[in-house]
């Protein structure tokens, strides 16, 4: 319930599963780490993966205690979404981890869909580095207010990751300036950001969007070893 924090201890997110889909991350060229919204499933983003079509990808999805990574909106003061927000960027941290060590971090797309865009946009935020790449899902970045000067620090950026922000113009839980304000942001750490607004989409996810997040994964294939 919003408002309401379901999470117990320091690390609620900490013990629970992370469900898998396509390549073994073993033999996979590409691994997307995908998290999903606001009382949804791991599963629910493996069957959005799995519409890629790429049976080379090895998708890995974390469930979030609660099925709620942070009880209040986004854009609400961080310190009322904790544990739960620090947790989950934790989490998303050790499924990433994972993945870099079987394909690379330039071959790790991390994907997520609203409150688990928003998860995924801070994380990558928050540790610049060269991704395979980043989908925003109608999310943005996490906190009250949000600035460069927030996110740029002496240890490293973006360095050219391609990343996909997509929203509608009027969702009902995404305001339209905070979606600009990520996109500013994620270029000033040196992303290479294709934002595209929507008309009449509501709060989901259009074909054009998957057909942005299928590039994305594609280029992260490339050049694998």
Known sequence: MRGRNPHSGDDPHGDQ????????LADATAAVVCAHGRGATAESMLQLTQQFGFDDVASLAPQAAGRTWYPNPFTA???SNQPGLD????KVDGV????VDAVGREHVVLLGFSQ???LSSEYVATHPARYGGLVVFS????????SIEGYATDDGDLAGTPVFVGCDENDPHIELE???ETTEVLEGLGADVDERIYQGIGHGVVEDELDAAIAIVDGARDGAD
């Open 17 to 24: 599963p992370v469900a898998t889909a396509g390549a073994d």
């Open 77 to 79: 003061p961080t310190e």
């Open 87 to 90: 947790s989950g960027l934790a």
């Open 96 to 99: 990433v981890a994972e993945a």
């Open 116 to 118: 688990g865009a928003c």
């Open 139 to 146: 999310g943005g970045l996490i906190g009250p207010e949000v």
């Open 178 to 180: 905070r979606v600009h």
